[in-house]
C-alpha cells in the first residue's frame, strides 16, 4: 500500500506535481522547482546497463525441496532433508537480443535460479540446452559479438549478420554440436513452463567425507516440454512479442504454481580419462544411458515479483555463488564463468550489488569489507579488520564442515586446447537420434539461415555439416542449392 500523499524524495509533501513553478501563468520556469527538478533527475536516470547478453527476462519465487537426503554425494545443506523448503527466485532470459527483443526468437534460452541456503546463495546459473558453442572462456567475447548485431548497421538479422554469425560459426568446429540444437525446434519456444534447463558446465559435489564427485545438473519441466517451429516462432513475434514473459506472469497470477524437477548425471573423477569425450567439455553431453539421470528434488514456482526493476532486473546471478559441497571443475568455460559474472555486476549494479534485497543472502552477512558507492547494510564496529582484539577477534574464520577435498594439481602452464576435441561424434547422434519431422526442421531452419551467407562461408559450414553426419551435411547442401 502506498501512502496517501505525495511527497519528494525527501519527504515533503508535495501539492502539485502537475503544473511547473513559472512567473506568470506562460512561464518562463524557475530553477527553484525543486519538485520539477527533482522529478525530471530522476527520470534521467531510470535506466541502468542492460546484460550485456540475457538482457530481456522474467523472473518468479518460489522454492526447492529435495525428494531424499543427497548426504553421500553432498554436504550442502539445503540438499539434506526432504521436510526442508529452500527459497528460490528464477530468472528466465533470451540470450542475444537486446530488452526488447520478441520472446519467440530463434536463441538459446537462459535457465538461472538463486537458491537462497542456510549457507548463503547458491546460483545454479543454466541454459534451456545442454551443450555451448565453446569450450574456452577467452573465446566468449568473440562468440557474442559474432551473434549480436552488426556494429556498422546494428541490424541484427539481415544478410550481413548472418553472414557474420555464420562466417565465425565456420571457423568454430567445435559449435557444431551446439547448433544441431539451437537450429532445432527446441531454439524456438513460446513458454518457460514446458522448457528444460540444464547446467551445461560440469560441477562438483563434495560429501562430509571430502570425497568428490563431477555432475552434470538437468531440470526437467513437470508440465512436458513443449516448442514451436519456425514459422509459428516468427508469427508470434509479430503478435505478441512477449508471450513467454506474460505467460509466465499470468500463469503465477492466476494462483497456480510452475513446477520443475532437477536430475543429476555423476561420475567418478578417476573415470573421468576413460570417456571417449572430455566430460569437462561444454560442448559436450554425457551419454544418459551410461551416466543416467538421478532425480534430486522439485522446485515450486508460485510467486510473481512486485516490481521487475528491483527483483528481475536488478537480479545478478553467478556461477561463482557456491556453498560448502559444491564446487568448481575445471571446465575452462565454467572457470571464465566464475570471473565475468560478478564483474559485469560490480559494473551493470556497482559494487555493493549484493547487499540489494534480491541479491541479498538471507543469512547474516559478516565481514570487513566496506564503504563503496550505495552501501546500505555496513558491517557494523570499529574493528573492520583481522586479526582484531578490540572486537573480540570477530568475524573469525568458520569451522571447515566436514573434511575438505583439497585437490591435487600438477601441469605444464600452456595455452593449448584439449587434446579430446571430436567436434563431430555427438553431433552425428543428435541428428541421427531425432525423428523425420526433427530432422527436417533442422535441415529447413539451417537452409533457412545459412542461404543468407557467402557461398565461401558456406562451404565451410558444409564441411562441418558432413563431418558431423554425411545424410545431414548432403540435405543442407541440397537445400541451398535449392
Ligand atoms: C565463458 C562463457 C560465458 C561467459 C563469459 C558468460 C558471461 C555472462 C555475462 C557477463 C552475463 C551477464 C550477467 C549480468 O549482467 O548479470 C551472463 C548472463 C547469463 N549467462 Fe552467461 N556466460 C557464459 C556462458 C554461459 C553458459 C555456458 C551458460 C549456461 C550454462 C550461461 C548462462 C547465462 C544466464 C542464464 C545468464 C542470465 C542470468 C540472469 O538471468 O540474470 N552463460 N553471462
Given at each position: 500500500m502506498r501512502d496517501e500523499y505525495l511527497t519528494t524524495n525527501q519527504g515533503e509533501p508535495v501539492t502539485d506535481d502537475q503544473n511547473s513553478l513559472t512567473v506568470g501563468q506562460r512561464g518562463p520556469t524557475l530553477l527553484q522547482d525543486i519538485v520539477l527538478?527533482?522529478?525530471?533527475?530522476?527520470?534521467?536516470?531510470?535506466?541502468?546497463?542492460?546484460?550485456?547478453?540475457?538482457?530481456?527476462?522474467?523472473?518468479?519465487?518460489?522454492?526447492?525441496?529435495?525428494?531424499?537426503?543427497?548426504?553421500?554425494?553432498?554436504?550442502?545443506?539445503?540438499?539434506?532433508?526432504?521436510?526442508?523448503?529452500?527459497?528460490?527466485?528464477?530468472?528466465?532470459?533470451?540470450?542475444?537480443?537486446?530488452?526488447?527483443?520478441?520472446?519467440?526468437?530463434?536463441?538459446?534460452?537462459?535457465?538461472?535460479?538463486?537458491?537462497?541456503?542456510?549457507?548463503?546463495?547458491?546460483?545454479?546459473?543454466?541454459?534451456?540446452?545442454?551443450?555451448?558453442?565453446?569450450?574456452?572462456?577467452?573465446?566468449?567475447?568473440?562468440?557474442?559479438?559474432?551473434?549480436?548485431?552488426?556494429p556498422v548497421s546494428n541490424i541484427p538479422v539481415d544478410s550481413a549478420a548472418n553472414s557474420r554469425f555464420w562466417d565465425y560459426m565456420s571457423l568454430i568446429p567445435e559449435a557444431t554440436h551446439m547448433l544441431t540444437w539451437v537450429f532445432s525446434d527446441l531454439g524456438t519456444i513460446k513458454s518457460y513452463r514446458f522448457m528444460e534447463g540444464f547446467g551445461v558446465n560440469t560441477y562438483k559435489w563434495i560429501n562430509a567425507k571430502g570425497k568428490a564427485m563431477l555432475?552434470?545438473?538437468?531440470?526437467?519441466?513437470?508440465?512436458?516440454?513443449?516448442?514451436?517451429?519456425s514459422k509459428e516462432a516468427k508469427r508470434l513475434a509479430g503478435i505478441d512479442p512477449d508471450i513467454a514473459s506474460r505467460d509466465l506472469f499470468n500463469t503465477l497470477a492466476s494462483g497456480k504454481t510452475v513446477?520443475?524437477?532437477?536430475?543429476?548425471?555423476m561420475m567418478n573423477l578417476k573415470d573421468q580419462d576413460k570417456q571417449d569425450f572430455d566430460p569437462l567439455d561444454a560442448t559436450k553431453i554425457w551419454p544418459e544411458d551410461k551416466f543416467p539421470l538421478m532425480p534430486v528434488g522439485k522446485m515450486v514456482l508460485n510467486r510473481n515479483p512486485q516490481n521487475f526493476f528491483a527483483e528481475v532486473e536488478q537480479s545478478a546471478f553467478?556461477?561463482?555463488?557456491?556453498?560448502?559441497?559444491?564446487?568448481?571443475?575445471?571446465?575452462?568455460?565454467?572457470?571464465?564463468?566464475?570471473f565475468s559474472?560478478?564483474?559485469?555486476?560490480?559494473?551493470?549494479?556497482?559494487?555493493?550489488?549484493?547487499?540489494?534485497?534480491?541479491?541479498?543472502?538471507?543469512?547474516?552477512?559478516?565481514?570487513?569489507?566496506?564503504?563503496?558507492?550505495?552501501?546500505?547494510?555496513?558491517?557494523?564496529?570499529?574493528?573492520?579488520?583481522?586479526?582484531?582484539?578490540?572486537?573480540?577477534?570477530?568475524?573469525?574464520?568458520?569451522?571447515?564442515?566436514?573434511?575438505?577435498?583439497?585437490?591435487?594439481?600438477?601441469?605444464?602452464?600452456?595455452?593449448?586446447?584439449?587434446?579430446?576435441?571430436?567436434?563431430?561424434?555427438?553431433?552425428g547422434d543428435r541428428y541421427r537420434?531425432?525423428?523425420?519431422?526433427?530432422?527436417?526442421?533442422?535441415?529447413?531452419?539451417?537452409?533457412?539461415?545459412?542461404?543468407?551467407?557467402?557461398?565461401?562461408?558456406?562451404?565451410?559450414?558444409?564441411v562441418h555439416f558432413k563431418k558431423a553426419d554425411k545424410e545431414f551435411g548432403n540435405r543442407i547442401a541440397k537445400g541451398l542449392k535449392g
Open positions: 527538478l527533482e522529478k525530471l533527475a530522476h527520470f534521467d536516470r531510470e535506466r541502468i546497463p542492460e546484460r550485456v547478453v540475457h538482457a530481456k527476462g522474467a523472473g518468479a519465487h518460489g522454492y526447492f525441496k529435495v525428494y531424499k537426503s543427497m548426504g553421500s554425494y553432498t554436504k550442502a545443506k539445503f540438499l539434506q532433508d526432504p521436510s526442508k523448503e529452500t527459497p528460490v527466485f528464477v530468472r528466465f532470459s533470451v540470450v542475444i537480443g537486446s530488452r526488447g527483443v520478441a520472446d519467440t526468437v530463434r536463441d538459446v534460452r537462459g535457465f538461472a535460479v538463486k537458491f537462497y541456503t542456510e549457507d548463503g546463495n547458491y546460483d545454479l546459473v543454466g541454459n534451456n540446452l545442454p551443450v555451448f558453442f565453446i569450450r574456452d572462456a577467452i573465446k566468449f567475447p568473440d562468440l557474442i559479438h559474432a551473434l549480436k548485431p552488426d555432475i552434470k545438473y538437468h531440470w526437467k519441466p513437470l508440465g512436458g516440454v513443449q516448442y514451436i517451429d513446477e520443475y524437477e532437477l536430475l543429476i548425471q553467478c556461477p561463482a555463488a557456491i556453498v560448502p559441497g559444491i564446487d568448481f571443475s575445471n571446465d575452462k568455460l565454467l572457470q571464465g564463468r566464475i559474472y560478478g564483474d559485469t555486476q560490480r559494473y551493470r549494479l556497482g559494487a555493493n550489488y549484493l547487499e540489494l534485497p534480491i541479491n541479498r543472502p538471507k543469512v547474516p552477512v559478516n565481514n570487513n569489507q566496506q564503504d563503496g558507492f550505495m552501501q546500505i547494510m555496513p558491517n557494523m564496529g570499529s574493528a573492520n579488520y583481522y586479526p582484531n582484539t578490540i572486537g573480540g577477534g570477530l568475524p573469525k574464520h568458520a569451522p571447515e564442515t566436514g573434511i575438505p577435498e583439497n585437490p591435487y594439481v600438477e601441469g605444464k602452464v600452456v595455452r593449448e586446447k584439449i587434446s579430446k576435441t571430436d567436434d563431430y561424434t555427438q553431433a537420434s531425432m525423428n523425420k519431422t526433427e530432422q527436417d526442421h533442422l535441415v529447413s531452419n539451417i537452409v533457412e539461415n545459412l542461404s543468407c551467407a557467402d557461398k565461401a562461408i558456406q562451404d565451410r559450414m558444409l
